[in-house]
């Protein structure tokens, strides 16, 4: 019988170069190097960013003067808020309700109580010139804040009234004032990690009250701005109270060095109420 299967091809010889690589292999290898490339930079931007970060984490915060260190009688104005600063003379934690001049005379305590947690706390004043003073836990979860206990402070005497269960959380919600001055003329504020402007917005066109640009990354103006009742200042928040004028060359200066935030949202209550008159001190 003759063999039909089918003659082996001729033997392979030794040292016989590849043929051509294929386009796709040439394809996938470009990707792959376009892939290792972009890596690379997003790994140097991100280290760049990094960097950047905390070199601004080294810049200080915004250095104010201080209305306590050099009063100005120019301004008026009594300024009530919640302070957890610390008393030596008292061993536990407490909360103050305090009030200072707006021409930088030292605050003074009107009515404080013990702590075990952050104070959540508003002092508001009242239209018959006494103080309301509310207290609010802090339920877990989502609820809002709800007012536990409200009292009544007259701040000459020191006289205390106790406001009743079914009238708790009326009024204690401070005022963020008038939207516009006796001219038409409204503040706006922007503020991010790190800078913030103050603008006055009137006829005669934009005014710069005040303007941080690169500042630690930890700071910013939180709360604010609220008019002083004779337009001649604005009040805003970064920890401490800032008093910036409006008149002449514009200044911004710390009246108190620390105030309790507020139990309301920062962006849109102020943690501080204001009244027109100088209330005597001391």
């Known amino acids: ?14 040292g016989t170069p590849p043929g051509p690589v294929r386009p796709k292999r040439r394809r996938a290898r470009w990707i792959v190097g ?29 250095d104010f003067a ?12 009594t300024v009530a808020f919640i302070s957890e600063a610390k008393n030596p003379q008292v061993k536990e934690r407490q909360a103050c309700a305090r009030i200072a001049l707006a021409t930088g005379a030292a605050a ?31 339920p877990v979860g989502d609820p809002p804040v709800r007012p536990v206990w409200a009292k009544i402070v007259d701040v000459a005497s020191g006289a205390t009234e106790d406001v009743p269960v079914a009238d708790l959380g009326k009024g204690a919600k401070p005022s963020t004032g008038p939207a516009t001055n006796e001219h038409g003329d409204r503040l706006v504020m922007e503020s991010r990690e790190g800078a913030a402007k103050l603008t006055l917005l009137g006829s ?4 710069r009250l005040l303007e941080i640009d690169d ?9 604010g701005p609220v008019w002083s009742p004779d337009f001649a200042w604005v009040m805003t928040w ?6 910036t004028t409006v008149a002449g060359t514009p200044s911004t200066r710390v009246l108190v060095q620390e105030a309790s935030g ?5 962006e849109t209550t102020p943690n501080f109420s204001i009244r027109a008159d100088d209330v005597p001190l001391g």
């Not at 063999?3 to 010889?13: F, K, M, N």
């Not at 690379?40 to 960013?49: H, S």
Request: net charge negative; with cysteine.
């Open 262 to 266: 507020s139990p309301y949202p920062y």
């Open 34 to 62: 376009v892939v290792a490339a972009v890596g690379l930079v997003g790994v140097v931007v991100l280290a760049l960013a990094v960097k950047r970060d905390l070199d601004r984490r080294g810049l200080p915060f915004p």
């Open 108 to 138: 003074e305590d009107v009515f404080c109580w013990d702590i075990s947690e952050s104070a959540l706390a508003t002092a508001v004043w009242r239209t018959d010139g006494r103080l309301l003073v509310t207290a609010f836990d802090d």
């Open 66 to 77: 201080s209305l306590e260190s050099t009063p100005d009688t120019t301004l008026h104005g």
């Open 238 to 243: 970064d920890g401490r109270l800032l008093v």
């Open 204 to 207: 005669s066109g934009p005014r």
């Open 215 to 223: 500042a630690n990354p930890n700071w910013s103006l939180q709360t």
């Open 1 to 14: 019988m003759s063999d039909q299967s089918t003659p082996p091809g001729p033997p392979a010889v030794e």
